[in-house]
């Protein structure tokens, strides 16, 4: 009971995370970049379907939301989102999909988590670039939702294998990466406009 309440609760915490999100795309506040966000959809969907085979129980609820939720800020940035594409772009973009391509041969789902978070890393880079260059173009309160939500969903897990945990807790740590640099060059460009 204790492990589904912890899943429940990391649920919770992604949605809180996301309505203020979906807001703020429609409110032109915030621009997702299309391409990151299409990555992390197939990422979040390969994550669940591994966590789902390797008995990662109220665990993976939170990977399953996070799929449907990119998904949907996927398609949602390919009609206002930001489609500044570069090379590094596509081929995370490629990785991502040489991912599915390579669980699907071998059927090892220990190397399609590996490269999944690898991907996370490389596909975060057009978010990070975007946001760098424009802090106030994005909704860090998702971020710090999704680092909380991945935590509660890490204490879920019914096997807390390499398999089931490696993808989240990089998450976790692109998450705060990403949080702390836009907060930075906020208060940079605050300073500035003094």
């Not at 649920?11 to 970049?33: E, M, Q, S």
């Not at 509660?152 to 998450?171: C, G, K, T, W």
Request: net charge positive.
């Amino acid at each position: 009971m204790m492990k589904e309440s912890l899943g429940l609760l990391s649920v919770i915490l992604g949605c809180a995370g996301y309505a203020p999100y979906f807001r703020d795309i429609f409110k032109k506040r915030t621009k997702p970049h299309a391409l990151t966000w299409i990555v992390w959809s197939i990422l979040a969907g390969i994550v669940f379907i591994a966590q789902f085979n390797h008995h990662a129980g109220a665990g993976m609820w939170s990977m399953g939301l996070g799929f449907i939720a990119s998904s949907t800020v996927a398609i949602i940035a390919l009609v206002q989102g930001e489609k500044n594409i570069q090379k590094s772009d596509v081929v995370a973009f490629v990785a991502a999909l040489f991912a599915i391509l390579l669980w699907r041969l071998t059927g090892n789902a220990l190397l399609a988590v590996v490269l999944a978070a690898i991907i996370e890393l490389l596909s975060s880079y057009p978010t990070f670039r975007k946001s760098y260059a424009q802090p106030d173009q994005e909704t860090v309160f998702l971020y710090e939702m999704d680092t909380l939500c991945v935590l509660f969903a890490l204490m879920a897990l019914e096997d807390f294998s390499l398999i089931n945990a490696l993808y989240p807790i990089v998450v976790m740590i692109t998450n705060t990466a990403f949080v702390c640099m836009v907060l930075w060059r906020r208060r940079l460009a605050l300073r500035v406009s003094l």
